[in-house]
C-alpha cells in the first residue's frame, strides 16, 4: 500500500495485542475513496492466523432491523447455545429463529459481546465493518456496545467510517464516539504524484500534475478515476471543475458519466442490483427476468469494472452504486422497486417486499402502508425500534385516510421515543396533531409529548403537560388517564421545588377529581390512591392506603408490566414510610425483574433503589459493590443518571471530599435539570455529613433549606432530612428549629408505626428532652432500631446516648454505649461517624485500638466489584452478565486479583484477606 506505513503500524499493533489475548476496537475515518476500504483488506489478508468476519453496511438496508447484526454473526449460528440463555434467546428473537418477548437492545449487545467471545476461544477473531455509517441502528448499538466492552477476549472490532460531507452523509455516529480512531487522509505529494502518474501514461507538465494532486488533495480513488474521463485538452488546461466542488460528488458525477454511457438494458440491470441491498444474484436475475433483461446485459457492466457478479452482487465502490442508483428519474428507480418487490417471498422476507413496495409507490395507497404497519410490527417483536420506526413513519407517508394517518403517526412517534430520537418523535407527533383530534387522541398526543419531555429532562416542564393529557384522556380511557396520573405525580416528585406551577399537591387533587376504577384495581392503581390521599389528607390517611398498594407489588401474581413500569415509585414510597423491609423485598424484586427481563434501561434506576437499602442497613462493602454497577452500566449504555447511589455512599461513609465534589455535581445537574428532588437528596446528604463530622450549623443550614417545603409529599429524603435536622439544630443551640423538625418528623413516623420510624422518633426526643426522660427515649430507640435492620441508625443511636451519658458524667456507662457506637461504625465503614466516637471515648479516657482492615486498597474498583460477586457465588458469566464484560475479561480480572493478594484460588476469596 502506497505510503501507508504508519497506518498498517498500527493495525499491525492492533493484531499483535489480539494475537496476545486482548481486545481492540477500532474506528477507521476518511473521506470516500481515501483508502479505508483497502486498510481493511490489508488486515483482512490475515486470515491464516484469525478468523475474519466482515460486513459492509448498505444504505438502503438502514431501515432493516438487525440486517447487519445478522450479516456478522449468522456463521457462528452453531455457538448461540454456549451463551447464558437469555442472551441465546435474545439472538435468536432478533434474527427472527424464535418468537417471544422482544429483547432489550443492551442484553442483545451483552450477547453479541458474549458471542464475539465464544467464537475467539478457538481462534483470535476479527471483526471488519465497512461502511459503518450505513448500519441499521440496532446493530450498530449493539456491536458498539460489544467494542467497548471488549477487554481479554482475542478479539479485535474495526469500522470504517465515511467522514461526513457537505452534502448528504449521516452526521457522526454517536454510538462510536469515544472509540480509539485512526484518520485516514489523502497521499503526501511525492506518493500522489507516483499514483498519478500510474494513471496517466504519457509524458505530462509537472504544473497540470501538481494541480491534479492539489484538487484531489492526494484521494487514491480520485488520482485513479478522475483523470480517465477527462481529454487532455482539459487537462492541459488546469483540470477538473472548480476546487470549491465537493470532491465526493466530482467522483460520483464521472461514475454516472460512465454508466450512462452504457446500453440501456445494462442501466437498467444495474439499477435493479442497485436498489436491492441484499446483492443476492438470484434475487437480481428473477427481477430481469420479470423486465426481459437477458443476463447478457451485465457484460459490458462487468467488463467497465463498475460491478461484480457471482456469489454476490458486489459494485466496485459505494459511489458506483450510488451513482447509479440516483441517476435514472425517480419514476424508473420505483419501477425497480416495485420488479423487486414482486419477485421477493413474502413468506421468507416480508419486511424487504413491503420496503421495495413502499419505495415503489408514488402516492397514497394504504395496502401498501398495511403492509410497512405489519412489518413494524415483526420489527418491535424483535426489539428492532429504529427500524419499527422508520416502517411506521414511511407508512404515515402513504396512508390515505386522514384519521389512520393521525393513528399511525402517533405509533411512529411512540417508537421512536422508545427507540430514544426524542426529536423525530416530536415530529412525527407534530404530523399527529395536524388535523383535527378528537379528545381521546388530543389526550393520547399530549401524554406522549408529557412523556419525551419527562424521558429527556426531569425536571419542570413534564408534571403540567402530563396532568393536561390525563383530564383529556379521562372521559374516553380510564385506566390510561389514571396511569398518567400517576406519572404527572411522579414527575412533580422530581420537579420537586422547581415545580413549574404543578407540584405534588395540584397533580393529586386534580387525580383526586377522577373517578374510581370500575374493574379489579391494579397494584398502580392502589398506589395512585394512596399518594393522592397522602398529599391531599395527610399521613394518618394516606399512610394505610399506601401500605396496600406497596403489598400489593410484593403479591406472586404482580404482571411483569406493571412490576417493571412502577416498582421504582414504590420503592421510594416505601423508604419514606420507614419500612425497610417492605423497601428491602421491593428493591429486590425490581433488581431481580429487571436483570431477568434484561431491562438495561431500567436497572441503574433498581440498583440505586437497592444500593440504598444497603447503605441504611450499614452494608457499606455491599452498597460499594452496587454502586461501582450503577456506575458501569450507566456508562455501558449511556444514560446520564444522576450519581445518587454514590453520593448515598459517600454521604454514610463520612469521605468528606469525595461528597463534598458528589453534592456539587448532583446540585448543579438538578438545576440545569429542573429537577429540584435532587436538591432535596443534597441538603440531605449535606447534613447528615456534617451531623457525622460534628459541624452542627452548617448541618442546621443544610436541613432547612432542604426541608423548607412544609406539606405532605412523596418521597423519602425530604422525610429523612427532618432528622438530621432535629439533631443538628439540638447540638447548634437552636432548641426551637429542632422541636419544630420534630413535629414534622412525627407527622409521618407517628402513622408509620415501625420499628425504624418509632426509634428514630424517640432518639429525637431524646435530643430535646433532660433528666430521665432523655434517658428512657434514648434507650427506646435503641430497643426498637435493635429489631430493624437499620444497623446505621442504631449506632447513631448508642453514639447519642453515649455523649449524653458522658455530659451527664457517667464516664464508664458513656464507654459502653460509645464503644458499642464506634466498632460498629468501624465494622460498617462509616468514617466520619467512627472518628466522632473516637473522640468521645478519647475523652471519657479510654484508647481506641486500631483495626485490621482487608488488604483490598491496591485493587482497582473493578477488580474489588469482581471479588465482591465472587464471595456472593456468582460464575464467572453470571459476573460479565452483571457487569456488561464477558466471561473472559472477568477471567483476566481475577487472574490479576489473585497476583495482587498472592492467592490462588476462588475459594481463598470467601474469607477476608488481611493486611
Not at 441517476?327 to 421495495?356: F, G, K, S, Y
Request: charged share 25%.
Amino acid at each position: 500500500m502506497r505510503d501507508r506505513r504508519a497506518e498498517c503500524a498500527q493495525l499491525d499493533g492492533l493484531l499483535e495485542a489480539v494475537r496476545g489475548g486482548e481486545s481492540r476496537a477500532l474506528v477507521i475515518r476518511g473521506e470516500p475513496g481515501v483508502g479505508k476500504t483497502a486498510l481493511l483488506d490489508y488486515v483482512a489478508g490475515r486470515e491464516q492466523e484469525f478468523r475474519i468476519c466482515r460486513i459492509t453496511g448498505v444504505q438502503s438496508e438502514m431501515e432493516l432491523a438487525f440486517a447487519g447484526l445478522h450479516q456478522l454473526c449468522a456463521p457462528m449460528a452453531d455457538r448461540f447455545e454456549q451463551l447464558p440463555v437469555p442472551q441465546c434467546d435474545a439472538l435468536r428473537a432478533v434474527f427472527g429463529l424464535s418468537s417471544g418477548q422482544a429483547p432489550d437492545g443492551f442484553l442483545v449487545g451483552l450477547a453479541t459481546l458474549g458471542l464475539l467471545a465464544e467464537v475467539a476461544r478457538d481462534r483470535p477473531l476479527l471483526c471488519l465493518v465497512d461502511d459503518a455509517q450505513w448500519l441499521d441502528r440496532a446493530s450498530m448499538q449493539a456491536l458498539a456496545f460489544a467494542a467497548r466492552r471488549l477487554l481479554a477476549e482475542s478479539v479485535a472490532v474495526v469500522f470504517a467510517v465515511r467522514v461526513p460531507d457537505e452534502v448528504s452523509e449521516p452526521a457522526g455516529l454517536p454510538e462510536l464516539a469515544g472509540l480509539p480512531e485512526m484518520m485516514v487522509t489523502g497521499l503526501p505529494d511525492e506518493d500522489a504524484r507516483t499514483l498519478l502518474r500510474s494513471a496517466l501514461p504519457g509524458l505530462w507538465d509537472e504544473q497540470v500534475l501538481d494541480r491534479i494532486v492539489a484538487e484531489t488533495r492526494g484521494n487514491p480513488l480520485a488520482l485513479l478515476e478522475l483523470p480517465k474521463d477527462s481529454t487532455p485538452a482539459e487537462l492541459a488546461g488546469g483540470f477538473g471543475l472548480p476546487s470549491a466542488r465537493v470532491l465526493t460528488g466530482r467522483i460520483q458525477e464521472l461514475y454516472q458519466r460512465r454508466v450512462l454511457r452504457l446500453p440501456p438494458e445494462t442501466r437498467r440491470l444495474l439499477l435493479i442490483a442497485a436498489a436491492e441491498p441484499g446483492g443476492e444474484p438470484a434475487l437480481l436475475w428473477r427481477a430481469a427476468d420479470r423486465l426481459g433483461i437477458g443476463i447478457e446485459a451485465a457484460t459490458p457492466a462487468v467488463s467497465a469494472g463498475l460491478v461484480q457478479i457471482s456469489e454476490r452482487v458486489r459494485f466496485h465502490h459505494p459511489l458506483v452504486r450510488s451513482a447509479v442508483y440516483w441517476a435514472p428519474a425517480p419514476e424508473e428507480r420505483r419501477r425497480a422497486h416495485r420488479v423487486l418487490a414482486d419477485v421477493t417471498d413474502p413468506q421468507a422476507d416480508p419486511d424487504r417486499r413491503a420496503w421495495h413496495a413502499a419505495q415503489g409507490t408514488q402516492g397514497p395507497d394504504e395496502h401498501v402502508a398495511a403492509e410497512l404497519e405489519r412489518s413494524a410490527g415483526r420489527a418491535q417483536a424483535r426489539g428492532g425500534l429504529a427500524a419499527a420506526a422508520a416502517f411506521l413513519a414511511r407508512a404515515v407517508e402513504l396512508t390515505p385516510d386522514p384519521a389512520r394517518r393521525q393513528e399511525r403517526a402517533l405509533a411512529a412517534a411512540q417508537a421512536s421515543h422508545h427507540a430514544g430520537t426524542p426529536d423525530a418523535a416530536l415530529r412525527l407527533l407534530s404530523i399527529a396533531a395536524a388535523g383535527p383530534l378528537d379528545e381521546r387522541r388530543r389526550g393520547r398526543v399530549d401524554l406522549l409529548r408529557a412523556q419525551i419531555a419527562f424521558a429527556v429532562e426531569r425536571g419542570s416542564d413534564a408534571a403540567p403537560l402530563l396532568l393536561k393529557a390525563a383530564r383529556q384522556l379521562e372521559p374516553h380511557d380510564l385506566p390510561l388517564a389514571r396511569e398518567t396520573y400517576l406519572e404527572a405525580i411522579s414527575a412533580a416528585m422530581f420537579a420537586g421545588r422547581l415545580a413549574n406551577g404543578v407540584g405534588q399537591l395540584e397533580a393529586a387533587q386534580a387525580a383526586r377529581s377522577a373517578p374510581p376504577t370500575a374493574r379489579r384495581p391494579r397494584a398502580s392503581d392502589l398506589l395512585l390512591d394512596g399518594t393522592t390521599m397522602l398529599i391531599t389528607e395527610g399521613s394518618d390517611a394516606g399512610i394505610p392506603a399506601l401500605k396496600l398498594a406497596l403489598s400489593a407489588f410484593l403479591a406472586p401474581d404482580l404482571p411483569e408490566e406493571e412490576g417493571l413500569r412502577w416498582l421504582w415509585l414504590a420503592n421510594v414510597i416505601s423508604a419514606g414510610l420507614w419500612d425497610h423491609e417492605t423497601w428491602g423485598r421491593l428493591a429486590t424484586r425490581h433488581l431481580q425483574l429487571t436483570r431477568e427481563t434484561g431491562q438495561a434501561t431500567a436497572l441503574p434506576f433498581a440498583l440505586t433503589a437497592r444500593t440504598a437499602v444497603h447503605v441504611f442497613a450499614g452494608e457499606l462493602t455491599e452498597a460499594a459493590s452496587l454502586a461501582e454497577e450503577v456506575s458501569m452500566v450507566s456508562q455501558a449504555i449511556g444514560i446520564p443518571l444522576l450519581p445518587y447511589a454514590a453520593l448515598f455512599l459517600a454521604a454514610w461513609q463520612g469521605r468528606e471530599a469525595d461528597c463534598t465534589r458528589l453534592l456539587a455535581a448532583v446540585a448543579a445537574e438538578g438545576v440545569r435539570r429542573g429537577e429540584g428532588n435532587a436538591l432535596t437528596v443534597v441538603g440531605w446528604a449535606r447534613a447528615m455529613l456534617c451531623n457525622s463530622l460534628g459541624q452542627y450549623e452548617q448541618a442546621a443550614a443544610a436541613a432547612s433549606e432542604a426541608g423548607r417545603h412544609r406539606g405532605p409529599e412523596v418521597g423519602a429524603a425530604a422525610t429523612w432530612v427532618l432528622m438530621e435536622h432535629v439533631e443538628a439544630a439540638a447540638r447548634s443551640g437552636a432548641p426551637e428549629q429542632a422541636a419544630d423538625a420534630l413535629h414534622r418528623l412525627v407527622e409521618t413516623t407517628r402513622p408509620s408505626d415501625t420499628d425504624w420510624a418509632l426509634g428514630v422518633e424517640a432518639r429525637s426526643r431524646a435530643l430535646l428532652s433532660t433528666g430521665a426522660a432523655a434517658e428512657d427515649h434514648y434507650r427506646e430507640a435503641i430497643e426498637r432500631l435493635s429489631r430493624t435492620a437499620v444497623r446505621g441508625e442504631l449506632a447513631r443511636s448508642h453514639l447519642l446516648y453515649g455523649e449524653w451519658l458522658r455530659r451527664e458524667r457517667r464516664q464508664r456507662d458513656a464507654r459502653e454505649q460509645l464503644r458499642t457506637a464506634h466498632e460498629s461504625f468501624t465494622t460498617m465503614g462509616m468514617e466520619a461517624f467512627a472518628q466522632r466516637a473516637e473522640r468521645e471515648l478519647l475523652a471519657t479516657g479510654e484508647q481506641v485500638r486500631k483495626r485490621t482492615v482487608e488488604a483490598t486498597s491496591e485493587l482497582t474498583a473493578q477488580e474489588a466489584q469482581i471479588v465482591r460477586l465472587v464471595r456472593e457465588g456468582l460464575t464467572n458469566p453470571e459476573i460479565g452478565a452483571r457487569l456488561f464484560i464477558s466471561p473472559h475479561t472477568v477471567e483476566w480480572h481475577l487472574r490479576k486479583v489473585f497476583r495482587k493478594l498472592g492467592i490462588t484460588s476462588r475459594r481463598q476469596l470467601q474469607r477476608p484477606i488481611s493486611a
